[in-house]
């Protein structure tokens, strides 16, 4: 199984989990819990979907002026003047010990959706940010041109 299906399967589980505790109550299948349960429990499901969405999918956007990626409302826009340089690279579990945003053992900030491949953007300010790619080498050719 790739590891980008572990993810969302793992979050809809949990999901389906925290439906079933909060359902079976009103078809006699469960005791019934306190309204405290059931709110927290019914807050848990809603950060859960939360999760499960906003962590779905990473965008990338490439326009004349900046490089833009992110999932959902959490994004980093570089302009593209600010990038030194930019290599393809293979993203290492070891460095960054998960996925999503994560910051690498190496100081770099790490947007990974999967495993694979991915760009690795050196900036003038010395910040470096690894951002997950299925076409990484053509995404930093693109980049390489605009810079």
């Known amino acids: 199984m790739p590891a980008m299906a ?29 309204p405290e349960s059931q709110i927290t429990l019914a807050i848990l499901l809603l950060l859960d979907i939360l999760v499960l969405i906003a962590f779905n999918k990473l965008k990338i ?23 030194d340089r930019v ?13 999503g945003i994560r910051m690498g053992r190496d100081r770099s900030w790490g947007y990974v959706p999967r495993s694979g491949k991915g760009v ?3 900036l003038k ?14 995404l930093a050719e693109k980049i390489k041109s605009k810079i």
């Open 120 to 122: 690795k953007v050196f």
């Open 61 to 83: 956007i490439l326009t004349e002026e900046d490089f833009v990626f992110g999932f959902w409302f959490f994004r980093k826009k570089v302009a593209l003047a600010m990038i």
């Open 125 to 138: 300010d010395r910040s470096i940010y690894f951002v997950s790619s299925g076409r990484a080498e053509e």
């Open 6 to 34: 572990v993810l969302p399967i793992l979050l809809g589980f949990s999901v389906l989990m925290l439906l079933a505790v909060v359902i079976a109550p009103f078809f006699g299948y469960l005791q019934k819990i306190g």
């Open 87 to 99: 290599e393809v690279g293979e993203y290492s579990f070891k460095n960054y010990y998960g996925y």
